[in-house]
């Protein structure tokens, strides 16, 4: 019986993709963190995506055992964590240059 991990490709494509968006955030501040920080959602669209497409590719009679790879599910919640904390640190950033100062 064979074992496929899922997990790994959708990491990678995600990675890619939030990587861009805080590299073009850099260079056009008008993308807000927010913004990505709202796209949280896609991490899990994206793994439900590769886990229905692993299933499918499946071939009849042959058993498959479809395992989450967990090194990749940990750095997909890693990014999750990482763009949620760079979304709050925007809004205390504007907050301080608005009104001068930040209360904790």
Do not use: N
């Not at 790994?8 to 993308?31: A, D, E, K, N, Q």
């Not at 913004?35 to 499918?56: H, Y």
């Amino acid at each position: 019986m064979r074992t496929r991990r899922v997990g790994s490709v959708t990491c990678g494509g995600l990675m890619v993709f939030f990587g861009i968006l805080f590299l073009v955030h850099m260079f056009y501040p008008p993308l807000s963190l927010g913004l990505i920080m709202k796209l949280w959602p896609l991490i899990l669209v994206s793994l439900g995506c590769e886990m229905i497409a692993a299933t499918l590719r499946q071939p009849e009679g042959k058993g498959m055992v479809l395992q989450y790879d967990k090194g990749a599910v940990f750095l997909l919640v890693l990014l999750g964590c990482f763009a949620a904390g760079m979304g709050v640190l925007e809004c205390f950033m504007d907050y301080a240059v608005r009104y001068g100062r930040v209360y904790l």
